[in-house]
């Protein structure tokens, strides 16, 4: 059974920093992109930053650009995001998301249809 984890919310103040974890298990994740999304209260789900298996590619919504850093380590099955100058309008539940696989991922990183794994969220409160 296929498990997406993560970790590492929690409520920081404006300017502070925070680092999200997401371990997946359960099969086989070679040739996956993985991807972070989150959702604020009353709003849409909205793609906030992917990767590639080899980690070479990165994609980044523009609200998060330069903020923001995703990585991963695929020894251990996790993907990161390292949350940096977080502002009160970064305040949502994050989501990780585990690719399908394949090259489609390059084109449409952005949209829910291309991840088959999610993983249950975790509250980021960022505090003015």
């Known amino acids: 059974q296929v498990q997406v984890v993560e970790s590492g919310g929690g409520l920081v103040q404006a300017g502070g920093s925070l680092r999200l974890s997401c371990a997946a298990s359960?099969?086989?994740?070679?040739?996956?992109?993985m991807g972070w999304f989150r959702q604020a209260p009353g709003k849409e789900r909205e793609f906030v930053a992917g990767?590639?298996?080899?980690?070479?590619?990165?994609y980044y919504a523009d609200s998060v650009k330069g903020r923001f850093t995703i990585s991963r380590d695929n020894a251990k099955n996790t993907v990161y995001l390292q949350m940096n100058s977080l502002k009160p309008e970064d305040t949502a539940v994050y989501y990780c998301?585990?690719?399908?696989?394949?090259?489609?991922?390059?084109?449409?990183?952005?949209?829910?249809?291309?991840?088959?794994?999610w993983g249950q969220g975790t509250q980021v409160t960022v505090s003015s």
């Open positions: 998301a585990v690719s399908r696989g394949g090259s489609s991922w390059y084109a449409g990183h952005s949209e829910y249809s291309e991840y088959e794994y």
């Open positions: 990767i590639s298996w080899s980690g070479g590619i990165t």
């Open positions: 359960g099969r086989t994740f070679s040739g996956c992109a």
